[in-house]
């Protein structure tokens, strides 16, 4: 009997139109060998996409001539065994790679060179060899398993980017080169690259312009797939919302995944007041709704916070145009019916209404 896959083992299964809006933009840039910049607030869902994206069904549907020869890659900072380094990042990707090859069932004589290789890095602890191992094993890959494309994701590059050196970059950039379109980078952030450090992409140019003309937006969940979020939450917790329940978390979140979570847990242990004014405003005295619309407000950058604001008293001026733009492609503001420009949940409006 085979090995249960890592998605099997899991048990995550995704809706076949999930995250319409961005992953087929991503797949088809993905297909050419590009690089893409994954920016959107925070708890708005990066990681549940990264693991849609190492979804087999996911990489059969938009990958339909070559899946098997694609290897999705998450580079999860949360897993380094110790301090975000340079050298940790390097063993976590070739730990990784050790994990894919197993999970996808690849030659056991394949699983012991990565792994032998992902020992060797770490035993060592030298930030010489870790790239050098890290190419090693990427040549591997390409010419033994057949393997055409190799994607890797990083789920969390605001602090990459802040912390580490320019050299870390560079490198990064040079396995690009030397593989050309068959290695992918997709980071994932809050802020725009030219937003995170100050500086950093006049040293860092040759990477960044893998990443600058695929700057793509990650908005809150369109209505199926707060549903499915939902149904999710629904089937966790052995709980069914009634129908007035359920069209309020949809209302009060606006789609926004960490909302949806938090209001969801909210209603399972509270009442609420019938008017919806009431019901904002309940919600947002507990620490858990007050504290998620708290790190969508910081994860913004102080010219979107100030546009916010501004918005909140109708007092936007026609120079706004810029953090509106990156206000939009995150989703935190959009059109309403009548085309005006609001903010996309009537919740963390209501939040920001305490800074007015």
């Not at 099997?8 to 088809?28: A, S």
């Not at 340079?86 to 197993?102: I, Q």
């Not at 690259?193 to 003309?213: K, M, N, V, W």
């Not at 359920?246 to 009060?252: M, Q």
Request: charged share 25%; with cysteine; proline share 5%.
């Amino acid at each position: 009997m085979s090995n249960p896959s890592f998605q099997e083992r899991i048990g995550r299964k995704f809706p076949p139109d999930y995250r319409q809006e961005i992953i087929p933009l991503m797949m088809e840039r993905i297909a050419k060998g590009e690089s893409c910049f994954i920016v959107g607030m925070s708890g708005t869902g990066k990681s549940n996409l990264f693991r849609c994206l190492q979804n087999k069904e996911t990489q059969q549907k938009y990958l339909p001539d070559q899946p098997e020869n694609y290897a999705f890659i998450w580079a999860d900072t949360n897993a380094l065994v110790d301090e975000l380094s340079a050298f940790y990042l390097y063993e976590l990707v070739l730990y990784n790679l050790e994990k894919w090859a197993e999970d996808n069932q690849q030659p056991q004589e394949a699983i012991d060179f990565l792994r032998g290789l992902h020992e060797k890095v770490a035993l060592s602890e030298s930030h010489i060899l870790a790239p050098r191992y890290l190419e090693t094993a990427f040549r591997y890959l390409f010419k033994h398993l057949k393997i055409l494309h190799i994607v890797l994701l990083f789920d969390e590059f605001e602090p990459i980017a802040r912390k580490l050196d320019y050299q870390f970059f560079k490198n990064l950039r040079w396995l690009r080169d030397e593989f050309k379109y068959h290695l992918s980078y997709i980071m994932a952030a809050h802020r725009m690259p030219t937003a995170i450090r100050e500086g950093f992409f006049d040293q860092g140019e040759p990477f960044y312009e893998l990443l600058a003309s695929n700057i793509l937006g990650l908005k809150p969940y369109n209505a199926n797939d707060t549903q499915f979020m939902l149904a999710e939450l629904s089937r966790r917790y052995e709980v069914e919302l009634t129908p007035q329940q359920n069209a309020l978390v949809v209302k009060a979140s606006g789609g926004h995944g960490g909302l949806i979570t938090t209001v969801f847990k909210i209603m399972l242990k509270h009442s609420l007041p019938h008017h919806e004014d009431s019901q904002f405003q309940q919600l947002l005295s507990y620490d858990a709704v007050a504290g998620e619309c708290r790190k969508i407000w910081n994860s913004l950058e102080a010219q979107e916070q100030d546009v916010l604001l501004k918005l909140i008293n109708h007092d936007v001026q026609p120079d706004a145009w810029q953090p509106l733009s990156s206000l939009t492609a995150k989703g935190v503001v959009l059109k309403d019916s009548a085309g005006q420009t609001v903010i996309f949940s009537p919740l963390f409006q209501k939040f920001l209404q305490t800074f007015v």
